[in-house]
């Protein structure tokens, strides 16, 4: 049997790691969160594949291609082309689709340009993205955005009185600076008093340059009308700033439905052919389940090549529990777990062998009831002649591995070791801690706390949810199960989305570049910093390295890249600094032995053990310590982490707020979670509670469903299927409710 094998592995936390790897087999690679799974699977194996891959292109082509750093490995042999399907979101904007990404919709194109009537053009002219298709007043997006004057302005306020109601437009920012020096108005005047031809002016302005402006206007500025420059500024495309002031953003801009193609995004000309009845986008707008039997009973020998591939496209995406999408579903809304299926659903039927699949996760978002499915799929890349690599922790994924791969014993500097490697019977025979999770048998939580009081969601239409309405208990842990698409997340995010009490803690991404770390998302930084500085008397700014203490040779980022014309720019450790960010004489003046780099390469663990004095610094520490994240660094970059650490770390910001009386809304916290670490993240919700708030989980991990105090089933399939409440109370009472997959697999887990 042919293996893959790596030798000598010493990224991340990785300790020398010698490992064999069967080829053509299923192999599942367990062990805590921060154990070094993803070190050696996606960081070491995954990247030298990617690496050595785009080596064989040309320099041109790899000039336009991801660069791989060298993994810090002695030689791996046999390594196949490795072919990664993770759980980073789809993205994309408004303009990206469940049909576009998955490459249907140019089946579908395809199919009303042969058979559609009356015919109007070949299949890009049903693109909403050309601009021969798409509808001219809504540039193909479906919706048209308009500037709510009242929330803008403040009418009753002058210029000088900050009557622009949004940040960057404040009287003394530069923007607003481009109306108060322009010498056409009067700053001290309120909004209301301005003639019409002023208020034209002031709002409407095409650029234009200024035929005789005051002293303070830079030369070589235009004028221009508030409207066109926030249209520009913040409408027009999907920049930083957009994102910086979202909020206020969404405030001021009203979106609705494009009057013109009545948000179907085509011109109406495309949408005049019709086969059956439905445009295109009538088509598009059906749910995968609803689209299948349209498909099935078109009856038409001449577009028999594209229906064939584009019902088995369908039907596999149904299978995997997809059913209840629509192909005009806008990527950016999908979860990671629905992204990574969309991505797992486009390999399957791949004509290519002998590559290495190296999944991430793969139950992560789905129902007990849907990972069989995914797991039918695993086996299916595997039986084509493929070695298929998953990274995983629920049980049901761990039990149809061919081969396991242990790492541990624990998290951080106390993992990187391979602690077992077998078959899943042998590991069950073994005494890893993955292998004493496993073991362990479960019961409902014996005495379930009471509620006190309720709070009432009622009458939620939106979606799959049809007037729905429901009780959820106030001071106790709610878990909400269903199978993926039911309607769980809709329900909670509608129902608690002008709640000022509720708090949402969801995996998104801070917003976060290279030059955040751990500490400055808790606000330690500073603090920090300020005791380097009293202690060594340099100034606070040379603890910073994106200020004056950066690296003059790096400029603070620890790395150099250099770019070279044709070939992949080609990033190295910074010589001068070593990596550390920091100036000669800033790593020089030391505390007890320690620089301001030691102390970022410290572990959460390790530095509560140094901070023994500072107490506001112990505190933070000790909160994210008690989510589990007691591996992560100081320093380590907040662009690093996964969803579940994120919105660990997210969590640790509350622990110990006086928040009371609050509503915690955690959407799937178990992601990344080791069973042997649940307990940990359970304290911290008992915490919550114990503080007088109450707290939601959306979940379907089953261990978590037995710590419930109570339990609402929704289903009881997803989409059309779904969006009832099947069930709200004490979890015992879910076990005899018929028609519940939740409650035929909670049965199965105590038994």
């Not at 040309?58 to 196949?80: C, F, G, R, W």
């Not at 520009?232 to 801009?253: G, H, I, T, W, Y």
């Not at 064939?308 to 039907?315: F, I, V, Y």
């Not at 020089?588 to 032995?593: F, L, P």
Request: proline share 5%; aromatic share 8%; net charge negative.
């Amino acid at each position: 049997m042919s293996m893959i094998r790596i030798k000598g592995a010493n990224q991340n936390n990785l300790k020398n790691v010698s490992v064999d790897i069967p080829k053509h087999k299923l192999t599942v690679f367990t062990g805590r969160s921060g154990s070094g799974k993803s070190s050696l699977v996606f960081n070491t194996l995954a990247a030298e594949s990617e690496r050595l891959l785009n080596e064989t292109y040309s320099s041109y082509i790899q000039n336009q291609m991801t660069h791989y750093e060298k993994p810090d490995v002695d030689q791996i042999e046999n390594l196949p082309v490795a072919m990664i399907i993770n759980q980073k979101r789809l993205g994309g904007n408004s303009r990206s689709t469940v049909g576009t990404i998955s490459d249907i919709y140019s089946s579908v194109r395809l199919l009303w340009s042969r058979i559609g009537e009356p015919f109007v053009g070949y299949s890009n002219i049903f693109s909403f993205n050309n601009p021969g298709g798409m509808c001219e007043e809504c540039q193909g997006l479906g919706y048209v955005e308009d500037i709510d004057l009242e929330e803008l302005l403040d009418f009753d306020r002058s210029l000088n009185e900050d009557a622009i109601k949004f940040p960057s437009f404040r009287p003394d920012s530069w923007r607003g600076k481009r109306y108060l020096y322009t010498g056409l108005f009067d700053n001290d005047k309120k909004l209301r008093d301005y003639t019409k031809e002023e208020m034209d002016t002031f709002l409407y302005t095409k650029p234009t340059k200024l035929k005789d402006p005051p002293d303070n206007w830079p030369r070589t500025a235009k004028f221009e009308g508030l409207i066109h420059r926030f249209r520009r500024s913040f409408l027009l495309n999907d920049n930083f700033e957009k994102k910086r002031f979202l909020a206020d953003v969404e405030r001021v801009v009203t979106s609705r439905k494009c009057p013109e193609c009545e948000g179907k995004r085509l011109n109406r000309k495309v949408l005049s052919c019709k086969i059956d009845g439905l445009d295109i986008a009538d088509f598009t707008a059906l749910s995968i389940e609803e689209a299948i039997p349209f498909l099935k009973k078109l009856d038409d020998p001449k577009s028999e090549y594209i229906i064939r591939p584009l019902l088995a496209q369908m039907e596999s995406l149904a299978y995997v529990g997809l059913n209840y999408l629509t192909l005009d579903r806008e990527t950016p809304s999908l979860s990671g777990g629905e992204s990574q299926r969309i991505k797992l659903i486009r390999h399957l039927n791949s004509p290519l062998s002998d590559l290495v699949y190296i999944i991430d996760e793969p139950s992560v978002g789905l129902h007990p009831e849907d990972i069989e499915k995914i797991n039918t799929i695993m086996r299916s890349i595997r039986n084509k002649g493929n070695t298929v690599l998953v990274v995983e922790h629920d049980p049901d994924v761990v039990r149809i591995a061919d081969h396991v791969i242990d790492i541990g014993p624990g998290a951080g500097q106390h993992g990187g070791e391979i602690i077992f490697t077998g078959s899943y019977e042998e590991l069950m025979a073994s005494s890893t801690p993955t292998a004493t999770a496993l073991g362990r048998t479960h019961g409902l939580k014996p005495e379930p706390r009471e509620p006190e009081g309720f709070i009432s969601l009622e009458h939620i239409t939106k979606n799959n949810l049809e007037d729905v309405s429901v009780d959820i208990p106030k001071n106790v842990m709610s878990v909400i199960t269903g199978v993926a698409g039911s309607g769980k997340s809709t329900l909670i995010k509608a129902g608690f989305k002008k709640d000022p009490d509720a708090v949402f803690i969801d995996q998104k991404p801070v917003h976060a570049s290279n030059r955040s770390n751990l500490l400055t998302y808790m606000d330690l930084f500073d603090d920090i910093r300020t005791f380097f500085s009293q202690q060594t008397g340099l100034r606070k700014g040379m603890f910073s390295y994106n200020s004056e203490g950066a690296c003059p040779e790096c400029g603070g980022k620890g790395i150099l890249k250099t770019e070279l014309a044709f070939m992949p720019d080609f990033s190295q450790v910074c010589e001068v600094c070593g990596g550390t960010r920091y100036k000669p004489e800033v790593l020089e003046a030391k505390v007890d032995g320690y620089s301001i780099a030691d102390i970022l390469a410290l572990t959460v663990e390790e530095a509560l053990e140094i901070f023994t004095t500072n107490t506001h610094v112990i505190s933070r520490l000790k909160n994210i310590q008690d989510t589990g994240l007691h591996y992560m660094t100081l320093g380590q970059s907040l662009d690093t982490l996964s969803g579940g650490e994120i919105q660990r770390v997210k969590l640790s910001r509350h622990l110990d707020s006086d928040a009371s009386g609050k509503v915690f809304v955690f959407d799937e916290p178990t992601t990344g979670l080791h069973e042997d670490d649940i307990p940990t993240l359970l304290d911290c919700f008992s915490q919550l509670i114990e503080q007088g708030n109450t707290v939601i989980l959306i979940e379907h991990n089953l261990t978590m469903m037995t710590h419930a105090d109570w339990i609402i089933d929704v289903g009881p399939g997803a989409g059309m299927r779904g969006g009832n409440i099947l069930y709200s109370g004490a979890p015992e009472g879910l076990l005899d409710v018929e028609g519940s997959v939740t409650a035929r697999h909670i049965r199965r887990y105590i038994e």
